[in-house]
């Protein structure tokens, strides 16, 4: 059934409904943490270092796109394990020490030279330190305050790197007008480091280990029910999720990556390329708070069709604007449906698999998320600048966002309907 049921979805007595639950505030900060950290700082600023990289040291496109892919790579690489850091430790002290190495990595950048070796280990290091300041580590935080509303806090969080695609292109855009490429990663640096940090270690808590209204209503029980990981990875669920998010991954990133030189090409000015973005981002901010609402009412796979063939249209219009009245439009429709696998990994992983070993499978899946991510913008960059066109790959791609809503379609139903809340939080809400 598309429907997932009241009692599943929403009950009407749970504390997840009002606003003074507690668990909101976490999302709340959660959600700034993402916008601080690689998913919005390093990818939404990426693309706009090109040129200016061109122009100082001669570099070509697939040379430079070759330190995206490093960089993600490394998150890809590293993700399984930093996610098995966070089932068994608390993930709030760990992301706080990833971010900030995070932005010490982002203001190196402003120190380079015309040594691609040096752009390349700068740019694994990014992605070591960023693996650990994407959703990966605050979903986990969330999924734990959450169960009838994961979706909607879920939806909070990862908005986060919508946000940043809202915010990130114009800052960056005006701060390389303003001030040069170099200071514009100083810049960047400044929101890992004095943002992400302090208010992760001061706000992004776990809830409370045990009620102070009963014996024993601990919250470890719920966080260890659920299927170990060695037993969900052989799992139709698991492969089916993770082989149709690489193959979203590969058509939303290689044209991420590329949108800014994509949209230059076809005669776009400079201003009105960081404008398309934004508009891409706002979109983008706006249909991950609604899908994420609706995971809680709908059947993710219903969701995700809707979403890729949006994606697809998008894309495929992109490619073929000329001018801001065309790529306006095109991109608002891509980014309504960019990002919803961001909402629909980790619900779906929690729906199928319980906590007991969540971030490891989520590490996991965003492993195959990441690695698609890491050789798109080289494919892509290849075709270019063999061809001098980004047609023709961008229609490959529309056409592969297709195939990964089919395979969304093929998920089954979720494991079981879990309808009793974690017990801290029962107890919680006898007291009120």
């Not at 992109?318 to 990994?345: M, Q, W």
């Not at 139903?413 to 107890?427: D, E, G, H, N």
């Amino acid at each position: 059934m598309a429907l997932t049921g009241m009692p599943d979805g929403l009950d009407v007595c749970s504390p997840e409904n009002r606003l003074s639950y507690p668990g909101w505030r976490v999302a709340v900060v959660c959600h700034l943490g993402v916008f601080t950290g690689f998913a919005a700082v390093f990818i939404y600023s990426f693309s706009f270092m090109i040129r200016p990289l061109q122009q100082d040291f001669g570099w070509n496109s697939e040379q430079i796109a070759r330190a995206f892919s490093f960089a993600v790579i490394s998150v890809a690489v590293c993700s399984p394990v930093i996610g098995k850091l966070f089932d068994r430790y608390d993930p709030r002290k760990l992301i706080a020490g990833f971010m900030a190495a995070f932005g010490l990595g982002i203001g190196s950048l402003a120190f380079l030279t015309a040594h691609l070796a040096q752009f390349y280990v700068t740019a694994v290091f990014i992605g070591i330190a960023g693996a650990g300041t994407y959703q990966l580590g605050y979903a986990r935080i969330v999924a734990a305050w959450f169960l009838r509303r994961l979706g909607a806090a879920l939806a909070i969080v990862v908005a986060g790197s919508g946000v940043g695609s809202f915010f990130v292109p114009p800052l960056v855009q005006y701060l390389i007008s303003a001030y040069g490429w170099r200071n514009a990663y100083l810049v960047l640096a400044t929101l890992p480091l004095l943002v992400g940090v302090p208010l992760t270690l001061l706000f992004a808590r776990l809830p409370p280990t045990c009620s102070t209204a009963g014996p024993e209503p601990t919250v470890r029980s719920h966080e260890t029910a659920g299927t170990p990981w060695r037993q969900a990875v052989m799992t139709f669920s698991f492969w089916l999720l993770a082989l149709g998010v690489c193959a979203l991954s590969l058509s939303e990133n290689g044209a991420l990556a590329h949108l800014a030189p994509m949209l230059s090409s076809n005669g776009l000015h400079p201003r009105e390329v960081a404008l398309t973005a934004s508009l891409l981002g706002a979109a983008n901010l706006a249909g991950r708070f609604v899908l994420g609402s609706l995971l809680d009412y709908i059947e993710g796979s219903l969701i995700a069709l809707g979403s890729l063939l949006t994606v697809g249209a998008g894309i495929l219009l992109l490619a073929h604007a000329r001018s801001f009245s065309l790529a306006a439009p095109s991109a608002f429709v891509a980014g309504l449906g960019c990002g919803c696998e961001l909402d629909l990994i980790p619900y779906m992983l929690r729906r199928y698999f319980g906590m007991r070993a969540f971030t490891t499978l989520y590490g996991l899946t965003y492993s195959a998320f990441a690695s698609a991510a890491a050789v798109a913008p080289l494919i892509v960059g290849h075709v270019y600048d063999s061809t001098g066109s980004y047609i023709r790959i961008f229609n490959v791609l529309c056409g592969i966002t297709l195939v990964s809503a089919l395979a969304m379609l093929a998920l089954p139903a979720y494991r079981s309907r879990q309808s009793a809340s974690p017990a801290w939080q029962k107890s919680g809400a006898e007291r009120v």
